[in-house]
Antibody
């Protein structure tokens, strides 16, 4: 059974950074793209980007180019997303999601991690 | 970027009623390979999103057949034939034909 286990909730000060993890089980992360998605109830879902853990290639939505950095550790079957220069606009729930054979097919999702940015 | 406009933003239905949600794209989602990369996801309250429909009309694994998808080009529809209580949540259309991936604004389904 495919599962994506994300790290726990985070509280950060404005201007700091945070690194979120997404540990996969039931499959090898090198087999599919790993996507990251932002959720704020008043804004809906926003696609942040993806990483191909097989070769480290990444692609980002333009608005997250300088905000998010996606990496992966194949030895631990874990994907990571670092968010930098945090502001209140980054307060949200972040999901990792396993891609599928079609672009945009997000087959399995992590449980989400809440990041709160507050002074 | 491709803009996906969903209507209505909110829908209220009784159990057993049929509901349709529209997703209109700012560009055709027909890819040069002949596929149309249009998906529907449901995010129940306090849960992760889940796949309902892929490639416009194909049912995701384990998804009840009261859900169906249709459409082509720029206009797409998700239909729920006989709403059940567990169907409440926010429905999103997503396109993967054009980079970047984009989500619709969401349609909140409430149960009366």
């Amino acid at each position: 059974e495919v599962q994506l286990q994300q790290s726990g909730p985070e509280l950060r000060r404005p201007g700091s950074s945070v690194k979120l993890s997404c540990k996969a089980s039931g499959y090898s992360i090198t087999d599919y793209l790993m996507h990251w998605v932002k959720h704020r109830p008043e804004h809906g879902l926003e696609w942040i980007g993806w990483i191909d853990p097989e070769d480290g290639e990444t692609k980002y939505a333009q608005k997250f180019q300088s905000k998010a950095t996606l990496t992966a550790d194949t030895s631990s079957n874990t994907a990571y997303m670092q968010l930098s220069s945090l502001t209140s606009e980054d307060t949200a729930t972040y999901f990792c999601a396993r891609g599928g054979v079609y672009y945009g097919l997000l087959l399995n999702w992590g449980q989400g991690v809440m990041v709160t940015v507050s002074s | 970027d491709v803009v996906l406009t969903q209507t209505p933003p909110t829908s209220s239905a009784t159990i057993g009623q049929s509901v349709s949600i529209s997703c209109r794209s700012s560009q055709s989602l027909l890819d040069s390979d002949g596929n149309t990369y249009l998906y529907w996801y449901l995010q129940r309250p306090s849960q992760s999103p889940q796949l309902l429909i892929y490639l416009v009309s194909k049912l995701g694994s384990g998804v009840p057949n009261r859900f169906s998808g249709s459409g082509s080009g720029t206009d797409f529809t998700l239909k729920i034939s006989g709403v059940e209580a567990e169907d409440l949540g926010v429905y999103y259309c997503v396109q993967g034909t054009h980079d970047p991936l984009t989500f619709g604004s969401g349609t909140k389904l409430e149960i009366k």
